[in-house]
């Protein structure tokens, strides 16, 4: 119980078919991902996964981080596990080759990165912060600062952090008041109070970098005065070497309901005359760069939901399997394993399928994200981006809140040991439950992809993502395959629901902006079902035209069309419910809920 | 934050309109239910709750139980408040009148029952399992054992358990093992172990009186072999006074997600030569007396989770009221309080008009099983027993699924805050999650919606409760008022869904069990959503007409609209999205989806 077995089988018929490998090889600096080497790299990050991460995450769960004299001590088996990450170069497979990346494809890295997530999610957090703050140097850091400090932190001897949150200013960050005070040497001092700081503080690292969003003392209020500052944890000198520790220490950790190996640090900076930090890119430019650098971290923590639906659902499979309760439907024979009562059945397709359509929505977004940046047609790059970002809110969104359901689910398959804390199916429900909250709550997201994707340019992305997903429903409406007609018919009614959204929202946008963001997360929720169903389709298709070498291979694709098809039945039809949620909405009956809750 | 103040004015009205007190009051034993008596009680109740048990909800949770050398420590504070709770009789107030209770009707036990859940679910779960326990010796004990056990109990002297689950028993009661071995006496030996036995031991009480599922010498093996047995912690002499300890002791507590002020106890019976225990009703007959008293205690756990999904709304509700972050969208001015932005008035609706759905359900059957138990004409009992009888699965399957994802969303409104156990929305969160798993899993419940309630009588009853839906919609239909007729329109669809699944039920299931069963728990949903919307409706009728006396009754009579008509255009468009996911099942798609899952 609790062993974390990778789907490899599964990793790479996504990043194939739906990601789009082939492709993906083809352009310029992807050559290296052959399938042989996508092979390898993930036979061995599925090792790594399964036998350095997954055996530590119930010891980070029970243990925790403490704070110690302003140190934070990390669970048992940390820092051995982190050194070995490092030492095998994980940190670095996608970053940039000219600072000591592997610069593999995106399409690759997001399936290394949800098995770091499955084993270990608290632990995952380390490198996937440092990321982000590697995605923010590379965006607005001189290049002589790069030099300086992304070899480091792409090897991992150093990690990064993102400093946005403080106390008054959460979702909304035109409330920042840490401020920066410039120094006669360029450098400046960093003054003020920062919470809910990831890894902000820890004992894996020599060194600690953290990104700092503050006020220059000329800056005009709101989200138009905050600039991004780079302030580390140990100085830096000229050669490289550690100089002095900065004044800025971690002076509480927070008692979370999950995640409990990762530690979430209020970071105190400057109570000793200042903290010395550095000006990243243009002044008052800070929230630019962070919007530049955030949908690779909103795709990461929708992958994160992709990985703990997945280890959820392994553990609530092995345990179907394994303990026996009632009486066979059909035969009568009993006790059976209750993975064949039908409920059980039902519980479990639909992790596996919701999973799944997720997943593909994550893979084929980095595919794009790949295109983005590779692509030598500047057209075809700039399509591919719009594409991507139009899909990071469903990525983010859309698979963690399916993560809340999976997690939920699968202590549901457990009956009472699903709460007893040593079964360990406890510890997912808890600890997917922030991934719908941090990097932007759900609605966050929502009204990102209504506010900003739709809006700024009339719904025409959209309406091209709506196209292509009609051209496969006309595909599906042809097949004489019964399972393809049905998923075809499924998805054709879904979309039909999303089209009357869209249509919907399109009109009242300009003038009726409450409905429109009361709307905005059932938006979401809609779209990322249709898109994930769509994926799923299309991984059907992939699957009845495959050539089956084996009787595996065989079994893998019936199954891949067996979740298509659960899907379009069982998941589906809740797009049109989320549609009449949408449309029906009037300015009067908001008005009326406003004043039923009070205010 | 953290306060709970009971919602006495939704509460009245429902026990008013929807239970219908004055029908109660007018059947023979209720009378002395008068409006002022109601009013005074639930006034009383609320004080309790809120100056007495809600305080304790906190450091149950924090400090949990222990053991120590056989003995259960409560947490502090638990010992003083539970003897003010016997002391003031709230343990009697629906108990009968000859053993000490006060005989009032259960259409006010009910909200009484929801306070001191809302208030401190791991501390009401005490005298729920002993009211649990008097159900059962009412039903199944000689006239001696009741006379002896009944007066203590309900006055809370002595508190109840309910022993059924062993470690290779749990929703299957066909594998119990406990054996029960006859003595000359005419009293039994038990021997055996028993799992999650709720407040199995504590310091709350001065004796505990075990009620135990085992097997005769001579059982038949199956359910159709499970015998009740009274096992008392301490012997009682024929005077009542308590005599030497029995062979039975708590040998180890779960550290489990939530409740932790509830011990959850591991039992065993008989280390020590055999645990004395009496015999009640006929040998083999167990689980028939478990299925007489399970409405109760099933119909219990889901006002349970009516209460937590409360208590977590009105803590979300003022958090959101309070926190100030970004603008408001029509005037621009900021930063407002979270509860002006659409999402956070959509999440916190969502909450608010499925608990009272949930609620008008619970408080609905409360009001027939009044009538299953006092009304004078055989034929209308009958009647009020079988619709109750169906409607139990709703109310426990159906409220606590609800509270899932209300103490979830409630969670979900504190952002980041909410992650942080410290803010108290993360433990309604976690205790919420036992409630679809104890006292039967949503699927038992739904299997016993389906293949009992439903098959029994060819689904008779529903047929009936549909034409009553369907006569409040023809009224709403009619109505000129835009909210009823909004409301009207949104019910009519929703039943039309639950007509179309009943239909595609009754044809299934005789020859096609799995896919019958495979939609039960769909069934499930889907009909405590309709019938849900259905009294919000009644409700809104009733609002409606209603003379406001007051600016705040005729603020609480729109809100309950306002609550109906969100429930209607967000709520009750998921019955088409269940229904079809039953009506679309096949069995062969279920093989696959059999296959797909390895078996």
Same mark, same amino acid.
């Given at each position: 119980?609790?062993?974390?077995?990778?789907?490899?089988?599964?990793?790479?018929?996504?990043?194939?078919?739906?990601?789009?490998?082939?492709?993906?090889?083809?352009?310029?600096?992807?050559?290296?991902?052959?399938?042989?080497?996508?092979?390898?790299?993930?036979?061995?990050?599925?090792?790594?996964?399964?036998?350095?991460?997954?055996?530590?995450?119930?010891?980070?769960?029970?243990?925790?981080?403490?704070?110690?004299?302003?140190?934070?001590?990390?669970?048992?088996?940390?820092?051995?596990?982190?050194?070995?990450?490092?030492?095998?170069?994980?940190?670095?497979?996608?970053?940039?080759?000219?600072?000591?990346?592997?610069?593999?494809?995106?399409?690759?890295?997001?399936?290394?990165?949800?098995?770091?997530?499955?084993?270990?999610?608290?632990?995952?957090?380390?490198?996937?912060?440092?990321?982000?703050?590697?995605?923010?140097?590379?965006?607005?850091?001189?290049?002589?600062?790069?030099?300086?400090?992304?070899?480091?932190?792409?090897?991992?001897?150093?990690?990064?952090?993102?400093?946005?949150?403080?106390?008054q200013a959460g979702s909304d960050l035109a409330l920042i008041r840490t401020r920066a005070e410039p120094?006669?040497?360029?450098?400046?001092?960093?003054?003020?109070?920062?919470?809910?700081?990831?890894?902000?503080?820890?004992?894996?690292?020599?060194?600690?970098?953290?990104?700092v969003l503050a006020r220059l003392p000329d800056a005009p209020p709101g989200v138009k005065g905050i600039?991004?500052?780079?302030?580390?944890?140990?100085?830096?000198?000229?050669?490289?070497?550690? #100089? $002095?520790?900065?004044? +800025? @220490?971690?002076?509480?950790?927070?008692?979370? *309901?999950?995640?409990?190996? !990762?530690? %979430?640090?209020?970071?105190?900076?400057?109570?000793?005359?200042?903290?010395?930090?550095?000006?990243?890119?243009?002044?008052?430019?800070?929230?630019?760069?962070?919007?530049?650098?955030?949908?690779?971290?909103?795709?990461?923590?929708?992958?994160?939901?992709?990985?703990?639906?997945?280890?959820?659902?392994?553990?609530?499979?092995?345990?179907?399997?394994?303990?026996?309760?009632?009486?066979?439907?059909?035969?009568?024979? #009993? $006790?059976?394993?209750? +993975? @064949?009562?039908?409920?059980?059945?039902?519980? *479990?397709?639909?992790?596996? !399928?919701? %999973?799944?359509?997720?997943?593909?929505?994550?893979?084929?977004?980095?595919?794009?994200?790949?295109?983005?940046?590779?692509?030598?047609?500047?057209?075809?790059?700039?399509?591919?981006?719009?594409?991507?970002?139009?899909?990071?809110?469903?990525?983010?969104?859309?698979?963690?809140?399916?993560?809340?359901?999976?997690?939920?689910?699968?202590?549901?398959?457990?009956?009472?040991?699903?709460?007893?804390?040593?079964?360990?199916?406890?510890?997912?429900?808890?600890?997917?439950?922030?991934?719908?909250?941090?990097?932007?709550?759900?609605?966050?997201?929502?009204?990102?992809?209504?506010?900003?994707?739709?809006?700024?340019?009339?719904?025409?992305?959209?309406?091209?993502?709506?196209?292509?997903?009609?051209?496969?429903?006309?595909?599906?409406?042809?097949?004489?395959?019964?399972?393809?007609?049905?998923?075809?018919?499924?998805?054709?009614?879904?979309?039909?629901?999303?089209?009357?959204?869209?249509?919907?929202?399109?009109?009242?946008?300009?003038?009726?902006?409450?409905?429109?963001?009361?709307?905005?997360?059932?938006?979401?929720?809609?779209?990322?079902?249709?898109?994930?169903?769509?994926?799923?389709?299309?991984?059907?298709?992939?699957?009845?035209?495959?050539?089956?070498?084996?009787?595996?291979?065989?079994?893998?694709?019936?199954?891949?069309?067996?979740?298509?098809?659960?899907?379009?039945?069982?998941?589906?039809?809740?797009?049109?419910?989320?549609?009449?949620?949408?449309?029906?909405?009037?300015?009067?009956?908001?008005?009326?809920?406003?004043?039923?809750?009070?205010?």
């Amino acid at each position: 119980m609790g062993d974390y077995q990778a789907p490899l089988r599964e990793m790479r018929f996504l990043i194939e078919e739906i990601a789009g490998l082939r492709e993906i090889r083809a352009l310029s600096g992807c050559e290296e991902a052959s399938e042989d080497v996508v092979a390898a790299i993930l036979e061995e990050a599925a090792k790594f996964a399964r036998e350095v991460l997954a055996p530590l995450n119930r010891v980070g769960d029970q243990t925790g981080c403490r704070l110690e004299n302003g140190a934070v001590i990390t669970p048992p088996g940390w820092q051995d596990a982190y050194r070995r990450f490092c030492e095998s170069g994980w940190g670095g497979i996608t970053a940039p080759v000219e600072y000591g990346g592997q610069g593999l494809p995106k399409a690759l890295g997001v399936a290394v990165e949800e098995m770091w997530n499955a084993a270990n999610m608290a632990f995952a957090l380390c490198p996937m912060l440092t990321a982000s703050a590697i995605d923010a140097l590379r965006v607005a850091a001189a290049p002589e600062i790069q030099a300086r400090y992304l070899p480091k932190m792409i090897a991992g001897t150093w990690t990064g952090t993102m400093n946005l949150t403080e106390p008054q200013a959460g979702s909304d960050l035109a409330l920042i008041r840490t401020r920066a005070e410039p120094q006669s040497d360029g450098s400046y001092r960093i003054f003020g109070q920062k919470i809910f700081i990831t890894y902000g503080e820890h004992d894996l690292a020599e060194n600690i970098i953290h990104l700092v969003l503050a006020r220059l003392p000329d800056a005009p209020p709101g989200v138009k005065g905050i600039s991004l500052f780079l302030v580390p944890k140990f100085l830096v000198a000229d050669d490289g070497s550690l #100089g $002095p520790k900065n004044d +800025v @220490r971690c002076v509480a950790l927070e008692h979370k *309901l999950g995640i409990h190996g !990762s530690p %979430t640090c209020t970071m105190a900076y400057g109570d000793a005359g200042g903290a010395v930090g550095y000006l990243l890119g243009e002044p008052h430019a800070g929230l630019k760069y962070m919007f530049i650098m955030m949908n690779a971290a909103r795709h990461a923590v929708g992958v994160q939901g992709v990985a703990v639906a997945e280890r959820a659902y392994q553990q609530a499979l092995a345990y179907a399997r394994e303990r026996r309760q009632g009486r066979d439907l059909l035969s009568g024979e #009993g $006790p059976v394993p209750i +993975v @064949r009562h039908p409920d059980v059945q039902r519980m *479990l397709m639909r992790i596996k !399928s919701r %999973t799944e359509a997720a997943r593909a929505l994550a893979y084929y977004a980095s595919g794009l994200l790949d295109r983005a940046r590779h692509h030598v047609d500047a057209a075809e790059r700039e399509a591919a981006l719009s594409l991507a970002e139009l899909l990071i809110p469903l990525v983010k969104g859309g698979a963690t809140e399916m993560s809340l359901e999976a997690t939920s689910l699968a202590l549901q398959v457990h009956g009472g040991m699903g709460y007893v804390e040593e079964t360990g199916a406890a510890q997912h429900f808890r600890d997917a439950r922030i991934t719908t909250i941090y990097e932007g709550t759900t609605a966050i997201q929502a009204n990102d992809l209504v506010g900003r994707k739709l809006m700024r340019d009339e719904g025409a992305m959209l309406l091209r993502l709506i196209g292509m997903i009609e051209s496969t429903c006309r595909e599906l409406g042809a097949s004489t395959d019964a399972n393809l007609a049905a998923i075809g018919a499924g998805l054709g009614q879904a979309l039909g629901a999303l089209r009357t959204a869209s249509q919907w929202l399109r009109e009242n946008w300009r003038n009726n902006p409450v409905v429109t963001f009361a709307g905005a997360v059932p938006f979401l929720e809609l779209s990322s079902r249709v898109v994930g169903g769509w994926l799923l389709a299309r991984a059907a298709q992939a699957a009845k035209r495959g050539h089956e070498e084996s009787v595996e291979a065989s079994h893998f694709h019936r199954a891949k069309i067996a979740s298509a098809r659960f899907y379009a039945e069982h998941v589906l039809p809740e797009a049109q419910a989320l549609a009449n949620a949408i449309v029906q909405a009037e300015a009067g009956s908001w008005m009326a809920y406003q004043e039923a809750l009070g205010e």
